[in-house]
């Protein structure tokens, strides 16, 4: 591969397919940008929450909340949109369908909500353990109210995917923002007025956020459609008349490719929501641990995750949209305009580039820090058992979720119907070893079994992920798996950095006082400013990526 720089790549060319693939890198970056930003908002909202809460509830409650209450309500939710965003966000990628029946397609998802929602709820309600009333009151009402938030969620789902293909990037800065402030508000609000209420706090916490997040993509596309913005940019919808279902004359209700897309992706989100949740699943329906033990996982699993959540999801879901755009879904890299081809591939190499080193850094200094992390954010509860266990083996995980989220991310916007289908039973066999391992590992090492179980089957789909990418750019001049080679001198800077923080962990840290807490950290930032040195020094292909494409104020800057 050219060592040319992306920007650059992007710039020489002169004709029209260059260009509009500038344009769409641009977008994604702006919209990556954008998410992280909201992810850093959302998720720091939640961490502060959760460090609130636990001083006022007791951890069996939040076990209840954070996993079971949860599960059910992201399972709904996920199976319920899932299959329709990809399939409607490829349709909208590649020009060939049209908005009406993307709308009808996706105005699906509030009937297939009510249906999920009414059989999760009758099997959290008649099929599983119930808590203790004594420990976590008014469970019942909970799970009706948890699967109607998520419900209620999906009122907005027509919205979403049109503003996610139209890159309204501030739209779902500005909606999400103001539904977890609400959220937060009400539930501190709750807690501390009235603890008494139980789930009935949470509940209705969570209500609130799905009714703010669906009032603000109305509130909005209300005002958007009449407006001569919406009429000089040539959107596709004209009045709020369009946003509601309805067939258009002499054309079919739904584009019935894409229909059929949809259910290829509905195959494959199932097991892939058995892969993403599985611990969860295994933790509610095999009762491995106690509802206290896994509040404790759960608040582990949530801080081990934020660095992950805050960057790399961000980056697959915006990044997902510039290879279903860039690239034909289906065709091989010789059938494909080289130019935008040859985009994707160097984009494909920084991603896996950049990832790779925000996961070694995580790795390294997660196992040197998880103990101090622990006992900062929840004292004793959390810092005293196997709370930094989990949490060092959960720093090693983040690594692989951040190379498979990348990877993934570029398969699933190549990969044909077909494809997809193929591959549906690939999640199939990992899904079963992965509930299997799940259960096995659990009794042999408690909490930490679940993410040995995820560290395997991870380390699994990246690897049938790679071997996607190799064949897909086999026979073109493009090697972006070479982005998961780290330079030597950072390898050296993360290992001796590994070295030292270790031994300042054993020497200084966590008995001592403040004072030595202090001088564990200061080595930890020294170590820190090594590896950044180690990357400035070496990865400089690396570094105007991310100033160029990731960063929208400087590439506005420099326009």
Known sequence: MSKTCVKQRLSSGTNSSTMSSQDVLNNASTLASYNMLLQVMFRGLTFLLNAFTLRYVSKELIGVVNVRLTLLYTTL????????????????????????????????????????????????????????????????PAVVLFALAGVQELLSEPLWVLAQAHMFAKLKLAAVSLAMLAKCSMTVVLVVSAPEWGLYIFSAAHLVYT?????????????????????????????????????ANGEPLVDWNTAGLTWSFFKQSFLK???TEGERYVMTFLNVLSFGDQGVYDIVNNLGSMVARFIFLPIEESFYLFFAKVLERGRDVKSQKQEDVG??????????????????????????????????????????????????????????????????????????????????????????SFLFLSYML?????????????????????????????????????????????SAPLCLALAFSAAVTVISEVVFCC?????????????????????????????????????????????????
């Not at 040539?234 to 009045?239: E, G, K, Q, Y």
């Open 511 to 559: 008995n001592g006082g403040w004072l030595l807490r202090l001088f564990h950290v200061s080595v930890g930032a020294a170590c820190l400013v090594l590896v950044l040195g180690a990357v400035v020094l070496t990865e400089t292909q690396l570094l105007v990526f991310v100033r160029t494409q990731l960063l929208p104020q400087y590439r506005k800057k420099h326009a």
């Open 273 to 275: 929501q058995i892969l």
């Open 343 to 432: 985009v994707a591939a160097e984009v494909l190499q920084c991603l896996l580039k950049l990832v790779l080193v925000i996961g070694l850094i995580i790795a390294v200094f997660g196992y040197a820090y998880s103990g101090l992390a622990l006992d900062i954010y929840g004292g004793s509860l959390l810092s005293s058992g196997a709370g930094p266990s989990l949490l060092r083996c959960y720093s090693c995980y983040v690594l692989l979720l951040a190379v498979n989220g990348v990877t993934e991310c570029f398969v699933f916007a190549a990969m044909s119907q077909e494809e997809v289908d193929k591959y549906n039973l690939v999640m199939l066999a990992l899904s079963a």
């Open 211 to 247: 009714g703010v997040l669906v009032l603000c993509y109305v509130v909005y596309f209300i005002r958007f459609l009449p407006s001569k913005e919406a009429s000089d940019s040539n959107f596709p919808l004209r009045s709020i008349r369009d946003l509601m279902p309805h067939a």
């Open 77 to 140: 939710v996920f199976l319920s949109r899932e299959a329709f965003r990809r399939a409607c966000l490829s349709s909208s990628a590649d020009g060939k369908h049209n908005w009406r029946q993307l709308i009808n397609l996706l105005w699906l998802t509030l009937p297939l909500g009510v249906l999920w929602g009414a059989l999760l709820a009758a099997v959290w309600l008649w099929l599983l353990e119930v808590p203790d009333p004594q420990a976590v009151p008014f469970y019942g």
């Open 442 to 486: 659990t009794w042999w090492a408690a909490g930490m079994g679940f993410i040995l179980a995820n560290c395997l089957n991870m380390a699994l789909r990246i690897t049938h992920s790679v071997l996607y990418i190799h064949r897909y750019f086999l026979s073109s001049p493009w090697k972006p798996l070479r982005g998961l080679r780290p």
